[in-house]
């Protein structure tokens, strides 16, 4: 087992190269810039001197939780469902993006959500196309081709065409799919743009002028709000979603914890957040389904 002494010791602190050292901080820069697990050690730090810093951070950890709750749930209960194979690399996404958000990596945190989210109307739309299937078995086979060929990056049909597919199978409302649409529209700004960097400052490498490593991160708070709007946005509507298209999800032990962790943890921020995909969450409750 790795102890975090260890860490001193290995390519995360390395003294040769600063652009690969994620613990990097020199004396003269300013107390916010650093490497990425530098930045990462430093938020609790900052939680002590600013608690709203709290809010986005732990409720979203919740989030993310709750999530393997449910997708794991999902995956016991159906293995073979194409929307239960694509959450599972969801959540390695969403932590991803948490992890990049809690290290100073704003934009690329954002960037994943948008993947995240593109990924979860495909997901949607193999499962409305398979639900509306009669028994015709090569219909079927067709859909796990086109799966197949999609696993491949040889199937990309644009977000419009797949959120119509979804529409016409009256998976999501006319209200749902215009939310969705501008949602994408919104995490793709982050595509083609930069954010605010540390100015690297000149120093002396023998007998060449360079810059310090200019790949090292700043902790902003703004950023960080930002970051964890989309992240709550993206969540709650795939949650959601899932719960509401899978109901035996709820009956069990993890998606009744997740259901109780949910509410524990956003009932009281309901009206600040102002989310219908939330709304619906905390009115959720485990009935028993009449078979």
């Not at 930002?226 to 509507?237: A, C, H, I, P, R």
């Amino acid at each position: 087992m790795i102890k975090k002494t260890d860490l001193t010791d290995s390519c995360a602190c390395c003294d040769e190269i600063d652009c690969i050292n994620l613990f990097c901080h020199k004396d003269d820069e300013a107390e916010s810039v650093g490497g990425e697990l530098y930045i990462y050690k430093q938020l609790n730090h900052k939680k002590l001197l600013d608690g709203e810093l709290n809010y986005y951070i732990c409720p979203n950890g919740i989030l993310l939780e709750c999530s393997c709750y449910i997708i794991e749930t999902l995956n016991e209960l159906l293995p073979n469902d194409y929307l239960a194979i694509i959450s599972k690399e969801l959540v390695r996404d969403m932590k991803a993006s948490f992890y990049l958000a809690m290290s100073g990596r704003y934009r690329q945190a954002i960037l994943i959500q948008r993947c995240v989210f593109e990924n979860f109307l495909y997901g949607m739309y193999f499962s409305t196309k398979y639900s509306s299937f009669s028994r015709n078995k090569d219909d079927y086979k067709d859909l796990k081709k086109e799966f197949d060929r999609w696993l491949t990056g040889d199937f990309k049909p644009g977000s419009a065409y797949i959120r119509n597919v979804i529409l016409l199978g009256r998976t999501i409302s006319r209200e749902e799919n215009k939310r969705w649409k501008d949602l994408y529209k919104e995490l793709s700004r982050f595509v083609h743009t930069i954010m605010k960097t540390p100015t690297g400052k000149a120093i002396e490498y023998e007998n060449f002028e360079i810059k310090s490593c200019l790949s090292k991160v700043e902790f902003d708070k703004d950023s960080l709000i930002e970051w964890s709007k989309y992240y709550q946005t993206v969540f709650f509507l795939i949650l959601n979603k899932l719960l509401y298209l899978y109901p035996p999800v709820k009956q069990e032990e993890a998606g009744k914890l997740a259901l109780k962790l949910l509410r524990v943890n956003f009932n009281d921020k309901r009206r600040e957040i102002n989310n219908p995909d939330l709304d619906k969450i905390l009115r959720m409750r485990a009935r028993k389904i009449i078979k």
